[in-house]
């Protein structure tokens, strides 16, 4: 691995990287049954280089800000560092988003590039938002077809210039990335990170969890997301490692990536783990009692000798089987992006599959804490990573309060929001609106949120605020949407759901065909912020001077009434 | 040439089967992330039973954002 500490900026790091290991592969593509692509660290220079030059001939200046929207593969990684070597900030955006959604993140990030697939591009260039985000000067798309309309685009590919573009240093102040941590629909909430940052938290994740020229990585959590850009693409690249990506996430051929490209990590968010999972049971529940026998008797000695930390050659020699499902050279899976339940995690490390579950956030650089394995904890998130103070703020009689973090790879704060950073950010303390406690071998156990959002399985992030636009002009006096949670505390980070609470005005019943708005204004939505019920709450809203609810008002006056008799489910 | 009715009518019949519910519990409008309360891996699985069904190849980005029979039965139709 590259020695870290002697770098400024992600783009100096990368830059060594490219020529420290130039004879390696870093990238393979696959799609369905066919590997499209296979690029060494040169290969992937050529090309980077190409597009830097392109972006500086064209008057892409240090600090400028270029947007990605793109699927996972090897044009992403290359445009971003092409916009790296130039000294930008790079905007990484969910190619999952609706359009007017991205939209209202390139106006809001002040990006003037932005690098997109001809697809994506095609519901772009249709989509309203386009007017006012006037400070995109340039898009480059990928993938278009010969002859199709680019809609004032131009193709990536002709996007490269000869010569040798002029290196722009950063210092580790200078920010790196603007990540949209939520916001769509509401206030957009843009984590500055600084290189510093990244740096800190590459060293103190592959600490933990090393890479090295040979080692595959499997790319299945899109790369705008925080976890995959650090074991996606910075981690493996800074250590001479190949990154696989594949165009298609089937469940058939991710499972054939495993075993096709041997696979060493892969990360995935909970809803793919247990989805892993329940394929592994079936599998095991089909066999003949003998095997099943056997099965069990081999998992119970893997059990066993692997209590105290994980002992990777004998399980594979034990369970063969289920490791060549697996390629047979998994070292472990990295979940991330939501809480994952204990059983899950037992289930996989029974197995001799080290599950490296943690706890982390954007704002805090990623991970805060991982589990060390040593030994395995399925009942915890893990101790703080090197470099982490986490503390407990204002614990109650059992010890819960909220965690805090103080770490050189805690945000810069956020876009163009000082009022927001200054809630977030307290004397240096980023305040994670999650609550938990340490247990006596410094594990941190988490306990629910005090924040008005939900995470769900699939890693998503909803703040309650940002659904509210979609429930506009219902004919109600008011309405305000909640998480669960954050009404009813259940100490519990699994099966988080929204809530719609209206009130239609003293003594007013509930018509079915309120009902029946709600729930088509509600399918509106993507599947993961649609909300799972409705309160009907016929008392005024407590309101602000500008007349906002109140939430945590309002939400102390609901926990009062009985959760269960008072949710009408949609 | 199938129609887009008829396709339509196939892929609700090929739902009703992978996820065991009664054919004619569903409609087109339907939204079958809440109708067959099923994830996004489960309606990856649907799509590649559909793909298999059809004879042709779906990329995952002219799916994204769809969650009812309908459009999705577009989506195929402009591929057959």
């Given amino acids: 691995m590259l020695d870290l500490s002697k770098f400024s900026s992600i783009g100096e790091a990368l830059r060594e990287a490219l020529e420290t290991y130039a004879t390696d592969v870093c990238l393979i593509e696959s799609d369905r049954n066919e590997e499209k692509l296979r690029l060494t660290y040169r290969d992937f220079k050529e090309r980077a280089v190409a597009l830097a030059k392109w972006l500086q001939d064209t008057g892409f200046a240090v600090g400028d800000r270029a947007a990605i929207i793109m699927t996972n593969q090897s044009k992403w990684l290359i445009s971003a560092y092409a916009i790296f070597h130039n000294g930008g900030t790079l905007v990484p955006l969910d190619y999952k988003l609706k359009p007017e959604e991205q939209w209202q993140l390139l106006k809001h990030s002040g990006?003037?590039?932005?690098?997109?697939?001809?697809?994506?591009?095609?519901?772009?260039?249709?989509?309203?938002?386009?007017?006012?985000?006037?400070?995109i000067k340039k898009v480059l798309v990928t993938e278009a077809p010969a002859e199709a309309d680019l809609f004032g685009a131009m193709t990536w590919e002709a996007a490269k210039a000869g010569g040798t573009p002029e290196f722009v240093p950063r210092t580790r102040q200078d920010l790196a990335c603007i990540v949209y941590s939520s916001g769509t629909g509401g206030i957009p909430k843009g984590c500055m990170m600084t290189h510093g940052n990244y740096l800190e938290q590459c060293v103190a994740l592959t600490s933990l969890y090393p890479f090295w020229p040979g080692v595959r990585y499997l790319s299945i959590l899109p790369t705008n997301h925080a976890i995959d850009f650090m074991v996606g693409f910075f981690g493996p690249f800074t250590c001479g490692a190949a990154v696989v990506h594949l165009r298609t996430l089937r469940p058939e051929y991710v499972r054939e990536a495993f075993v096709k490209y041997q696979i060493t990590y892969v990360s995935l968010v909970p809803?793919?783990?247990?989805?892993l999972q329940k394929g592994l049971q079936a599998r095991f529940d089909e066999l003949p009692p003998s095997?099943?026998?056997?099965?069990?008797?081999?998992?119970?000695?893997?059990?066993?000798?692997?209590?105290?930390q994980p002992r990777l050659g004998l399980s594979r020699r034990l369970l063969?089987?289920?490791?060549?499902?697996?390629?047979?050279?998994?070292?472990?899976?990295?979940?991330?992006?939501?809480?994952?339940?204990?059983?899950?995690?037992?289930?996989?490390?029974?197995?001799?599959?080290?599950?490296?579950?943690?706890?982390g956030l954007t704002e805090a650089g990623t991970a805060v804490t991982v589990n060390d394995l040593k030994p395995f904890r399925a009942d915890t998130v893990g101790k703080p990573l090197p470099g982490m103070e986490v503390r407990i703020?204002?614990?109650?009689?059992?010890?819960?309060?909220?965690?805090?973090?103080?770490?050189?790879?805690?945000?810069?704060?956020?876009?163009?929001?000082?009022?927001?950073?200054?809630?977030?950010?307290?004397?240096?303390?980023?305040?994670?609106?999650?609550?938990?406690?340490?247990?006596?071998?410094?594990?941190?156990?988490?306990?629910?949120?005090?924040?008005?959002?939900?995470?769900?399985?699939?890693?998503?992030?909803?703040?309650?605020?940002?659904?509210?636009?979609?429930?506009?002009?219902?004919?109600?006096?008011?309405?305000?949407?909640?998480?669960?949670?954050?009404?009813?505390?259940?100490?519990?980070?699994?099966?988080?759901?929204?809530?719609?609470?209206?009130?239609?005005?003293t003594g007013q019943a509930f018509p079915e065909e309120l009902k029946n708005l709600i729930i088509a204004r509600n399918n509106r939505l993507m599947n993961y912020k649609r909300v799972h019920g409705i309160v009907v709450h016929n008392e005024d809203f407590p309101?602000?001077?500008?007349?906002?609810?109140?939430?945590?008002?309002?939400?102390?006056?609901?926990r009062k009434l009985d959760r269960d008799a008072v949710i009408v489910t949609v | 040439m199938r129609t887009l009715e008829q396709t339509t009518q196939e892929i609700l019949q090929?739902?009703?089967?992978?996820?065991?519910?009664?054919?004619?519990?569903?409609?087109?409008?339907?939204?079958?992330?809440?109708?067959?309360?099923?994830?996004?891996?489960?309606?990856?699985?649907?799509?590649?039973?559909?793909?298999n069904h059809f004879r042709i190849e779906l990329p995952d980005y002219e799916v994204q954002g769809v969650s009812d029979f309908k459009t999705l039965a577009e989506r195929i139709q402009s591929r057959l």
């Fill in chain 1, 111 to 135: 990006s003037s590039v932005l690098i997109t697939e001809y697809p994506i591009w095609r519901q772009l260039s249709n989509a309203p938002g386009r007017e006012a985000a006037t400070g």
């Fill in chain 1, 393 to 505: 703020v204002n614990p109650d009689a059992e010890g819960i309060g909220q965690v805090c973090v103080r770490s050189k790879t805690v945000m810069a704060g956020y876009l163009d929001d000082e009022e927001m950073t200054a809630e977030a950010i307290v004397d240096g303390w980023l305040q994670t609106g999650d609550m938990g406690r340490f247990d006596h071998t410094g594990h941190l156990q988490l306990f629910g949120r005090r924040k008005n959002m939900i995470v769900t399985e699939e890693g998503k992030n909803v703040y309650a605020e940002d659904v509210e636009s979609a429930f506009e002009g219902l004919p109600v006096k008011e309405f305000c949407v909640f998480a669960e949670n954050y009404i009813w505390p259940s100490h519990s980070m699994v099966g988080e759901k929204l809530l719609l609470v209206v009130n239609l005005g």
């Fill in chain 2, 14 to 51: 090929l739902a009703a089967k992978q996820f065991k519910v009664a054919e004619g519990s569903l409609n087109p409008e339907d939204d079958f992330y809440k109708k067959l309360g099923i994830d996004s891996l489960q309606a990856l699985d649907l799509l590649s039973r559909i793909e």
């Fill in chain 1, 320 to 359: 063969k089987d289920v490791h060549s499902a697996f390629g047979g050279q998994l070292r472990a899976i990295i979940v991330g992006g939501a809480f994952t339940e204990p059983q899950t995690l037992q289930f996989f490390y029974d197995l001799g599959i080290p599950v490296a579950n943690g706890y």
């Fill in chain 1, 543 to 558: 309101l602000t001077a500008s007349l906002k609810a109140v939430r945590p008002r309002l939400a102390e006056r609901l």
């Fill in chain 1, 291 to 308: 095997k099943r026998w056997t099965l069990e008797a081999l998992r119970n000695i893997n059990k066993t000798l692997t209590r105290k």
């Fill in chain 1, 271 to 275: 809803l793919v783990l247990k989805n």
